[in-house]
């Protein structure tokens, strides 16, 4: 997940989608982002107001563990 600060934007790559499971990897990495604020002195971003992107992606094969997205 690319967290876009100036767009107030999560985007989210995934190269083996799976429907099953899309949700709660979804909420999974928003619940670690707020985590990674918790010790921290800066005020973190409201993380519940960003938007969430979801780009099309070329998607690997269904057993493959070959993941790579390259992001510029």
Not at 4 to 24: F, G, P, R, T
Not at 29 to 53: C, H, Q, S, W
């Amino acid at each position: 997940m690319i967290v876009h600060i100036q767009d107030n934007e999560l985007i989210y790559l995934d190269s083996l989608k799976c429907k099953e499971v899309h949700d709660a990897w979804v909420k999974q990495m928003t619940d670690m982002d707020r985590k990674f604020y918790l010790n921290e002195v800066v005020v973190p971003p409201a993380i519940d107001t960003f938007g969430l992107e979801e780009p099309p992606i070329s998607q690997q094969c269904s057993m493959s563990k070959d993941c790579g997205i390259w992001v510029a």
